[in-house]
């Protein structure tokens, strides 16, 4: 089987952060790395074209206006991860935090809207809620960041819109905030830069990137929304 694979959104999508091209959780998606993740050989997309259009610092209006036009042909597979950039650039306001959180809401509209249009209904498009390297505690120790007690808070609700979106415009989820909880400040320092430490139950680097490790458990997330129970 072939097919096109159209990566959407930001730098949970990317390779920059994960130790290189082909590490990424969109490029894992694609093609696995036997080396690193063994027990996922022949879970990937053999045949399939990866057009990685997810940049780095994206925000959702980046993913509306940019990279939807960048689109050639009809998707047969998408995924897509927004919403965290735009939310840290209200990082410690709370009253900024809503407006970003109802502005996100109405342009992710947009971004399903129009995927919808070009892809027609039998499309899988995947929607990836945004994870917390705070594990729900506000505190990023060794960050620079000052505290943000509200913080866990408004990622709850960005994901809430997020889920309820899917849900609308007949998406998968997939619930990368409940499966990093636990592996930001409670596994280790996420502000670390090492892209594959030796500590796998870190998925964080550079405080807010998926590290190696991140980028694996991003795409395994992938994965099973789209092959439920196996």
């Known amino acids: 089987m072939t097919g096109l694979y159209v990566a959407l959104g930001d730098s949970m999508s990317i390779d920059d952060y994960a130790g290189g091209p082909g590490r990424g959780a969109a490029s894992l998606l694609h093609r696995n790395h036997d080396r690193d993740f063994a027990g996922w050989a022949g879970r990937d997309l053999p045949g399939w074209t990866l057009r990685l259009l997810a940049r780095d610092g994206a925000v959702v209006a980046d993913v509306l206006n940019r990279q939807l036009p960048q689109i050639s042909g009809v998707p047969d597979l998408v995924t897509v991860t927004m919403g965290g950039n735009d939310l840290m650039g209200a990082y410690g306001d709370d009253t900024a935090a809503a407006a970003v959180v109802a502005r996100v809401a109405a342009q992710a509209e947009g971004v399903l809207s129009r995927l919808r249009a070009l892809t027609g209904p039998s499309c899988p498009i995947v929607v990836t809620t945004v994870y917390d390297p705070s594990d729900?505690?506000?505190?990023?120790?060794?960050?620079?960041?000052?505290?943000?007690?509200?913080?866990?808070?408004?990622?709850?609700?960005?994901?809430?819109?997020?889920?309820?979106?899917?849900?609308?415009h007949g998406a998968l989820l997939a619930d990368v905030h409940a499966r990093f909880h636990?592996?930001?400040v409670t596994a280790g320092d996420p502000a670390r830069p090492d892209p594959r430490p030796d500590q796998r139950d870190l998925w964080f680097c550079g405080v807010i990137e998926p590290n190696a490790w991140g980028a694996h458990q991003i795409r395994a997330a992938w994965w099973e929304a789209l092959h439920p129970g196996g």
């Not at 990023?140 to 609308?168: F, K, M, T, Y």
């Open 136 to 168: 729900g505690t506000g505190v990023i120790g060794g960050s620079g960041l000052a505290p943000w007690p509200g913080g866990p808070r408004w990622v709850a609700a960005l994901n809430r819109d997020l889920a309820a979106l899917a849900a609308r």
């Open 182 to 184: 636990g592996h930001g």
